[in-house]
């Protein structure tokens, strides 16, 4: 029973990473070209962006439409991120 409970508690975690790396991976594909873990590149890094936002409830979408929006500060992302994709990114980098 202890190790039934063992093994449910690991595979929980391993999902639990490989959700984070896959995150990762979708943040490397479309935004490390500007962007990075803890140093400012053309944009600033994700750990700026979540102390900037901390605490606001909406920064996510707030965030997205600042992101996508073609005619916003923010340049155009050339591998064409789908508004899922950069939703997904966003909530990761908040919690960084
Ligand atoms: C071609 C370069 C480039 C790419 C690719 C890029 N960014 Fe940016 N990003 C910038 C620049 C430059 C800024 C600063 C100007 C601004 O705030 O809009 C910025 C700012 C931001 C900000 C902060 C906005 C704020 O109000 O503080 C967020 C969040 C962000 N980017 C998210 C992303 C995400 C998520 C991706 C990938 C899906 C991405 N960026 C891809 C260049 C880029």
């Known amino acids: 029973m202890k190790t039934a409970l063992a093994a449910v508690i690991v595979a929980g975690a391993l999902?639990?990473?490989?959700?984070?790396?896959?995150?990762?991976?979708?943040?490397?594909?479309?935004c490390s070209k500007c962007h990075e873990m803890d140093k400012k590149k053309k944009g600033p890094a994700y750990k700026a962006t979540a102390a900037?936002?901390?605490?606001k409830a909406d920064a996510e979408a707030s965030l997205l439409k600042a992101v996508m929006d073609p005619n916003g500060d923010h340049p155009e992302m050339t591998t064409k991120p789908s508004a899922d994709e950069?939703?997904?990114?966003?909530k990761w980098m908040l919690q960084q």
């Not at 999902?15 to 943040?27: F, H, I, K, S």
């Not at 900037?52 to 605490?55: C, D, E, V």
Request: proline share 0%.
């Open 86 to 90: 950069v939703r997904t990114v966003l």
């Open 15 to 30: 999902l639990a990473a490989g959700a984070a790396q896959a995150n990762a991976d979708l943040a490397n594909k479309h």
């Open 52 to 55: 900037k936002y901390k605490g």
